[in-house]
């Protein structure tokens, strides 16, 4: 009597599986479908970069640095993301947009200088004494907009 009601419940513990398994595996399809749809969602960013002094630099996907020679005037410079472009947009692929600066959407920003005969150093403070720095922008990849993407702007100030 006591093997019929362990193979009754191996029974049941079997369906059980069974009916979990067949409620899985169609999640587990649904999800992966979604996971390859957000890919197709996201697309590559330009990114212009303004500085305080009304220059403007733009990285056209593809290109990821510049190099600038800035002649020592005294004059402080700071450097920001001025907009961002998503040329294979469908819809948007010729329009420029200001960052919101919050949410998922977002750019981040650092910066190494390099003094003469020095080592580079992180660094936030304006550009503006002779030596070299390095403006580091780059495409969060918390976005649902874009892929991540860094672009650098070495300036020279001599």
Same mark, same amino acid.
Do not use: Q
């Given at each position: 009597m006591e093997r019929k009601k362990c193979i009754g419940q191996l029974k049941r513990i079997f369906i059980l599986f069974a009916a979990?398994?067949?409620? /899985?595996?169609?999640?587990?399809?649904?999800?992966?479908?979604?996971?390859q749809t957000e890919g197709e969602t996201k697309?590559? /960013?330009?990114?212009?970069?303004?500085?305080?002094?009304g220059s403007t630099y733009t990285f056209p996907?593809?290109?990821?640095?510049?190099?600038v020679?800035?002649?020592y005037d005294g004059i402080e410079r700071t450097y920001w993301v001025?907009?961002?472009?998503l040329p294979d947009h469908p819809r948007w692929s010729d329009?420029?947009?200001?960052?919101?600066?919050?949410?998922?959407?977002?750019?981040?920003?650092?910066?190494?200088y390099c003094p003469p005969g020095g080592l580079n150093q992180s660094y936030t403070g304006p /550009?503006?004494?002779?030596?070299?720095?390095?403006?580091?922008?780059?495409?969060?990849?918390?976005?649902?907009?874009?892929?991540?993407?860094?672009?650098?702007?070495?300036?020279? /100030?001599i």
């Open positions: 979990l398994f067949l409620c /899985v595996t169609p999640c587990a399809a649904f999800t992966a479908c979604g996971e697309y590559d /960013v330009a990114i212009r970069v303004a500085c305080s002094d996907v593809g290109e990821d640095e510049k190099h020679t800035i002649p001025d907009s961002y472009n329009k420029w947009f200001s960052p919101s600066g919050e949410g998922a959407n977002v750019f981040g920003k650092g910066m190494t /550009v503006k004494e002779i030596g070299k720095y390095c403006v580091t922008i780059y495409a969060d990849s918390t976005s649902d907009l874009w892929y991540f993407r860094s672009i650098y702007l070495f300036i020279e /100030v």
